[in-house]
DNA sequence: TCTGGGGTCCTAGGACCC
DNA sequence: TCTGGGGTCCTAGGACCC
């Protein structure tokens, strides 16, 4: 029996199965959700409903998820809808509502806690659970030792499906690295129980990149070292992990290739970081579309301002991220003299950053990040001077027609 | 007609202080 | 005059994840 019984959940397609409860007749059918809000439903006067399809589609989108049919024809999340209406211009294309997903989020955690409170946060449809202290998952039967774990995981499918109608797959091993790569192993609506033994068969067979924490950099380093597989990762020497990698990430690739992990699973952790950032139907000039990137701008501050005045935070750092038409992306930062969550000053200070930047290319992407952050109830209220705020220099994008900061 | 939006963590150099 | 470290904060970029 392992010293720790961690499992990974995730929800099947999650996304598209919370649109499947809603369009229940595009079961069995293509669907991809992603793109702008300009493809709903629409009703017809027999009840009916009409989809949009992909092919119709025109614009900067991406599919962020796609049902099981859809991705049978290629398509998978993060690509852009364009190409997605080459491969299957037949599927549905139905727009994301967040709103939606949190609800389904919020009840499918809260369905888990009820039988394993131990739960960190992984996203809107993912959890680790630390299942080592259930007693249920310590109980076995003559002929598997597993039976207690695995009746356990089966009890909780049970109740995140009575709870939301959606599937969900589950590994549970050791630690949440390999429990990771197991929720993978039997997709969808699986189960894969596996411990350290299993390893040499079950995982080191698998790509490296199935390691969470191996990208496409990595991925690509590795195999331009003829390592392509976990085992293979797993037989590198670990000398030449650390040359190649350094000697942090060189010994967590050869820890993770043999399966170690300790980290614990947390069950809290405050944000570091709030951010809005937008992607524009075409990319926006500095000088010829000031006036649009300076209402977009100042949306996106006072966006910002909300979100932190919403979630109790505020911020002592605020920066800028742009990202230009060849698609090179640059941040600038900088630090106040206090914290605030005020839309004035988060807008000045942005402006500030902005300044720093190069923009003479034309931009296809403006955000802003508020850093540094503290919950605004553990700091003395300091009531923001109104008369000071007002005397705010002219930021930058402003569109008063005098205006020559550009 | 390529390529979203929201995050975390790590690295690295320079400033500044002791 | 020359020569130290260590620690922390700030900033920028990049990899990675959902």
Redesign the pocket.
């Known amino acids: 029996m392992p010293d720790r019984w961690i499992a990974h959940l995730d929800l099947d397609a999650f996304y598209a199965s919370v649109e499947l409860l809603r369009y229940p007749e595009l079961r069995g059918r293509p669907v991809v959700v992603g793109g702008r809000r300009i493809h709903e439903p629409v009703v017809q006067s027999d009840g009916s409903r009409t989809f949009s399809v992909l092919r119709s589609y ?5 599919a ?1 998820t796609a049902t099981y049919e859809a991705r049978a024809l290629g398509v998978h ?2 690509m ?1 809808l ?2 997605a ?2 491969l299957a211009p037949d599927a549905v294309l139905l727009p994301a509502d967040f709103e939606e997903y949190r609800k389904y989020s919020r009840l499918f955690k809260a369905a888990v806690a009820e039988i394993a409170p131990q739960i960190e946060d ?5 959890i680790y659970i630390d299942l080592t202290d259930v007693a249920e998952a310590r109980e076995v039967t003559e002929d598997d030792p597993y039976a207690g774990v695995r009746a356990l995981a089966e009890r909780i499918k049970a109740r995140v499906y009575l709870a939301t109608g959606l599937s969900c797959s589950m590994g549970i091993t050791p630690n949440k690295l390999l429990s ?1 790569i197991g929720s993978e192993l039997d997709k969808p609506n699986g189960l894969t129980v596996l411990t350290h033994a299993d390893i040499p068969s079950l995982i080191w067979p698998l790509p490296a990149k199935r ?9 690509a380093r590795l195999e331009a070292l003829c390592i392509r597989t976990i085992g293979e990762l797993a037989a590198a020497s670990p000398h030449l992990l650390r040359e190649q990698f ?4 060189g010994v967590w690739l050869h820890d993770a290739a043999h399966g170690r992990d300790a980290r614990p699973v947390v069950t809290f ?1 405050e ?9 524009f139907e075409r990319d926006l000039h500095a000088r010829d579309d000031r006036a649009t990137l300076g209402g977009i701008f100042t949306r996106l501050c006072e966006q910002l301002a909300a ?1 932190l005045d919403r979630k109790g935070y505020l911020a ?2 605020i ?1 800028v991220k742009l990202r230009y038409d060849d ?1 090179r ?7 106040l003299e206090a914290h605030t969550s005020d839309a004035r000053i988060i807008r000045q200070a942005a402006g500030r ?1 902005l300044k ?1 930047a190069m923009l003479e290319r034309r931009l ?2 403006l ?1 802003v990040r508020a850093g ?1 952050l503290c919950r605004a109830d553990a700091l003395p209220a300091s009531p923001a001077d109104p008369s000071e705020r007002d005397q705010l220099p002219l930021p930058i994008f402003e569109t008063s027609p005098e205006s020559t900061s550009l």
């Open positions: 025109v614009g900067r989108g991406v962020t999340s993060a852009g364009m190409k209406a080459a992984r996203g809107i449809d993912e990771k390691i969470n924490g191996i990208g496409p950099k990595a991925s350094g000697a942090n990430y952790s944000p570091k970081s709030i951010s809005r950032e937008t992607t979100d002592k750092t920066g698609f992306i640059v941040t600038r930062e900088l630090t950053c720093k296809r992407l955000g540094g």
